[in-house]
């Protein structure tokens, strides 16, 4: 993981002038090495470094550096924006640069000249904030000063608008005219005062993503698309068994191959090893070309020998989840409060039901894949990463470099869903350079990438709740038999088992009295990992779907029972991601708005059924709502809502494509998706075994609303899947009155219809 910066440190903010008469203003901690110097090139078409946030040319053009990794999320665009209003520049004047990654020593260990880097949990917005913002408002105060010791007049009596500093008498000096005089100046001591929320004009209004025209004219530079000259391409052939080894190779046919140069042989973790480099034994093709190295491949003759898992398989696993369950014992507990065995004798009425969800692949769009250069001094990385602070780790441990001489170059991301939290094709990448004793662009297929992932854990959920004689719920237990999570975590992480799966602040406690909370792990060799929500997408169908039944058996309105559970608005304390606190009234809004939007309680009488869910993830609430029919054997989906509440919307546009986005991942994952294992392999290979979302299955469009709040903002790249799954359940229960308990919901509605 990228290494986190202490908030507690002194920062200071790096100043600076180019040759070139730039300003430069970024952030660094206390003692931290001087920022580099910017390129010249950095104002041409090669932009490859920058230190700096903020850099300011003579002519005023503003050039500021974003330093998330843009996985598809919209922070190029979101990060910019928020130093870009205190620095009260005009948006049409920002040229947005991505930072490389940004590693630096200081007196008190590792650290990063930009702040934490990675892109995970939806934090990119929320972290940079503060941070951010006083970088922009840090360089504003400098110009202003500046242009006072110009003056002669008290700072106090200037202002700034669009790049420019106003005196009274209506005198203006572009911040360009500023920049040398500026950067001479002494930063403050203490933090500069930022903007009230009134006086935003950059934050909170739409704004398209800045590199927009490069993507939709296929000039935007994704991993894949990276080369050097001299560079090898090579590709992979891993071992299908779980936990399986390489035992014999011949690659006489693969020799022969014009173009082929080497063939290499990968060592894999041993079984129970954690997973701190690559994946899975293989065979390693280096060719001049891809098509050499691809056909290489294929004339390839190996021996694998099988792994301990070779007897593994998804239904062996189902049916020890469900004996685990039925037997009760020797979980782990999570949670518990109260008396739900007294609750339960004294209920007048129990609901019982169980739910399964299945391993999932990330599927990214863009395939993992690295281009790197290994010399005897340094080295360089140019990949499509979520975590370079992991990637410049894991470099530094296999090559012995250290890590400030590790260049590590980011690039917008065909999707990153978790996927690239992990690094295991660096590692490849690493160790096929080293053999190679040259730079290697190392490939992945979209098979290669299906069946070797960290997947999402499966599980089984088992529910149960009382109800008294008001029909309030009066106990509730959550019991989840599951493949942990936290399986061969590299880096000597230790989490507890039930990390991902079933955490002890979730929906709903805290609003019941008597909840019980247990865990079971499920053994399995499949590699696990962070999937696009991951604890919220695993458990939010099984709770919210729950409800729903609840609902049913109990004759009440589903909407008004989750009100009622919800309760007065309140905050409860949640230790989870996303926490400190839990804010009942701000799930409750975005309830009833969704219930409103789709026309919740109207009476119908064209076949179609209505299923809303809603659910708290990582600091936002969203609920979501559908109107669907069967016609034949299809379902069709005749309207999506999606309501969201994030906080303050840096970008609104940005929310709102996220939540459009998270709304047709989530229909299209709930509808089709699910990865199999048989005999200790993988069984699905392509997107015909994996079939994504179809446009002729898709709604015509999701309806989404954006509910205004003053507080503190958070991400929105994961919010917008959680309650898509259930909503879809409960929508396809109300057309049919099937219920659907097991994912993915296709195959098992058209079993059960």
Known sequence: MTARVDAGRRRFLAISLTAAGALVVGIRRANAAPTPGVPPELLGDDLTDLGPFVRIERDNRIVIGARGCEIGQGVITSLPMLVAEELDVDWAQVRVVQLPYGYIDTDQGPSNRYGDQGAGGSTSVSDGWK???EAGATARWLLVQAAAKEWGLPAEQLRTEAGEVLAPDGR???YGALARSAAAIAPPDQPVALKRPEQFRIIGKPTRVVDAREIVTGRSRFGIDEYAADALVAVILRCPYLD??????DDAETRKVAGVVDVVAIAGPKPGEPFDGPLASGVAVLAEHTWAALRGRELLKVQWKQGPWSGESSGALAARANELLDRNEGGTGVRHDGDYAKAR?????VVEARYEVPFLAHATMEPPGALIEIKQDSARL??????????SEMIARMTGLARKDIEVRMTRAGGGFGRRLENDFVAEAVLVAKAAGKPVKLMWTREDDLQHDFYRPFGVHALSATLDR???????????AATPRPYREGGGRKRPINTGCLEADDFPAGLVANLDKTFFAVESGMPRGWWRAPLHTFHAFAVQSFIDEIAIASKQDAVKLRLAMLGEPRKIPYSGHGGPQFDTGRLAEVLRRCAAKIGWGERRDDGHGIGIACHFTFGGYTAHAFEVSIEGRELRIHRAVCVVDV???????????QMMGGTIDGLSTALHLAITVKEGQVQQHNFPDYPLLRMAQAPRGVEVEIVASDADPVGAGEMGVPSVAPALANAVYAATTVRVRKLPL???LMRML
């Open 746 to 748: 296709m195959p098992e």
């Open 172 to 174: 203006k000096l572009s």
């Open 470 to 480: 008001r029909k309030q719920v009066s106990g509730w237990t959550h019991r989840c």
């Open 131 to 133: 941070d951010l913002r």
């Open 382 to 391: 140019v990949a499509s990463l979520q975590s370079p602070g992991g990637a």
């Open 244 to 249: 399986g080894a390489l035992e014999s190779f």
């Open 345 to 349: 004798k004294q209920a007048r009425n």
């Open 647 to 657: 906080g303050r919307a840096v970008n609104p546009l940005g929310v709102e494509a």
